[in-house]
C-alpha cells in the first residue's frame, strides 16, 4: 500500500492534511532535497511538490522521471502559478515529437 | 560504402542478406510501434493537459479560501483545527502495459468509509469559511490523482517514444543502406572475380592451343 505526500512551503501545503495526505512542509532547498530521496524510497506513489520548490530541485526530479513510481508532480503553491506545470506537459510532447505541435499557438 | 573490411566471400553474402531482412522487418516493426504510441500518446497529452489547467485552477481557488479563512479566524485555533487529519489516503499502485510501456494506474482508498468525511474538527471554534475551504480542495483531488497518472504516464510514453524513433531512424538511416552497399560490393567483386577466372582460362586455352598446334607460325 503507497502513500501520498505534498511538499512544500508550509502556507502552500497545510490544506492538504485534512484530505488525509501525508504533508512535509519543508523551507530549505537542502532539507527538501534531502526529504524527497527519503520519501521517494519510502513507499509514496505520489508526490505533489509545488512549482517553487520543483525549480530548485530540478537534478533531483529528473532522476525518478523514468520509474513508474514515485510520480513526482507539480502543483502551484500560494504565490501563485509559475506556469511550471504546463511547461512540463509542453516538454513531454516536445521529447516524443520533436516540436510542440499541439500547445505551441496557446 | 564499404568502409569497414568486408572479405567478398559468399558466405559473407549470404549472412548479409539475411542481416539485411532482419532490419527490414524491425524497421517495420518499430516503425509500427512509434506511429501506435505517438497516436495514444497525442491523445493522453490533450487529456494530461485538460486536467493540470483544471487542478491548476481549483488550487488556485481552494489557496484564495484557505486565506480567507485564515484571515478570518487566529493561527492558534486553524492549526489546531487541522492538527489531527481523520481521513487518510492510501493508494494502490498498478501497472498497465500500452505498447511494452508499463504506466502505473492509480487506485486510492479512504480510511474512513465516506470520502466526504473530511472535517477534522468541531465547527463551534472555526469561521465557515474553513469548511467551504477543506471542500473546495477536496473536489478537486480526484482530480489531482488522475493527473498523477496521466502525467505519469505521458513522461513515461515520451521517453519510450523517443527511444524507438532513434532506432527506426538507425535502422532506416544506417544499418540498412549500409547492408545494401555490402551487398552490392561483394556481388560485383564476386562477379569480377568470375570474369576473371574465365577470361584466365580462355588464355591459358590458346596458349596450350598454340603449343600443340602452332597456329601463329602457319600464317
Redesign the interface.
Known amino acids: 500500500m503507497y502513500k501520498i505526500a505534498v511538499l512544500g512551503d508550509y502556507d502552500s501545503i497545510y490544506g492538504f492534511a485534512t484530505l488525509g495526505l501525508d504533508t512535509f512542509p519543508v523551507s530549505t532547498r537542502e532539507e527538501a532535497a534531502e526529504k524527497l530521496a527519503r520519501l521517494a524510497s519510502g513507499g509514496y506513489g505520489i508526490i505533489y511538490i509545488t512549482e517553487a520548490l520543483a525549480a530548485e530541485l530540478k537534478h533531483e526530479i529528473g532522476k525518478y522521471q523514468e520509474q513508474i513510481t514515485p510520480a513526482i508532480i507539480q502543483i502551484p503553491g500560494i504565490a501563485g502559478n509559475t506556469g511550471a506545470g504546463i511547461a512540463g506537459v509542453k516538454k513531454s510532447v516536445e521529447v516524443a515529437v520533436g516540436s510542440d505541435i499541439l500547445f505551441s499557438q496557446e | 560504402m564499404a568502409s569497414k573490411q568486408i572479405t567478398p566471400t559468399r558466405m559473407e553474402l549470404t549472412k548479409t542478406k539475411r542481416k539485411l531482412v532482419t532490419a527490414r522487418r524491425g524497421h517495420k516493426l518499430l516503425k509500427d510501434k512509434r506511429d501506435e504510441l505517438?497516436r495514444q500518446?497525442?491523445e493522453l497529452?490533450?487529456e494530461?493537459?485538460a486536467l493540470?489547467?483544471k487542478?491548476?485552477a481549483g488550487?488556485?481557488s481552494?489557496?484564495k479560501n484557505?486565506?480567507i479563512a485564515k484571515a478570518g479566524m487566529d493561527e492558534a485555533t486553524l492549526n489546531t483545527a487541522?492538527m489531527t487529519?481523520?481521513?487518510?489516503?492510501?493508494?494502490?499502485?498498478g501497472?498497465k502495459n500500452v505498447m511494452s510501456v508499463?504506466?502505473?494506474v492509480?487506485e486510492?482508498?479512504?480510511?474512513t468509509a465516506d470520502a466526504n468525511d473530511?472535517?477534522?474538527y468541531g465547527f463551534a471554534f472555526t469561521s465557515s469559511d474553513l469548511d467551504g475551504?477543506?471542500k473546495s480542495?477536496?473536489d478537486i483531488?480526484p482530480d489531482?490523482?488522475k493527473?498523477?497518472?496521466t502525467?505519469?504516464a505521458?513522461?513515461?510514453?515520451?521517453?519510450e517514444?523517443?527511444k524507438t524513433?532513434r532506432r527506426v531512424n538507425a535502422l532506416e538511416h544506417v544499418t540498412i543502406p549500409e547492408a545494401q552497399a555490402t551487398i552490392k560490393y561483394i556481388t560485383m567483386k564476386l562477379d569480377e572475380n568470375e570474369r576473371s577466372s574465365q577470361i584466365r582460362l580462355m588464355k591459358v586455352k590458346d596458349m596450350m592451343l598454340e603449343e600443340a598446334h602452332h597456329y601463329s607460325e602457319r600464317d
Open positions: 505517438m500518446f497525442l497529452v490533450k494530461n493537459m493540470r489547467q487542478v491548476e488550487i488556485l481552494a489557496n484557505f486565506v487541522l487529519p481523520k481521513q487518510e489516503v492510501g493508494l494502490e499502485v501497472e508499463n504506466i502505473p492509480f486510492t482508498k479512504t480510511r473530511i472535517y477534522s475551504a477543506v480542495l477536496a483531488l489531482m490523482l493527473l498523477a497518472e502525467e505519469k505521458c513522461q513515461l510514453m515520451a521517453a517514444i523517443e524513433r
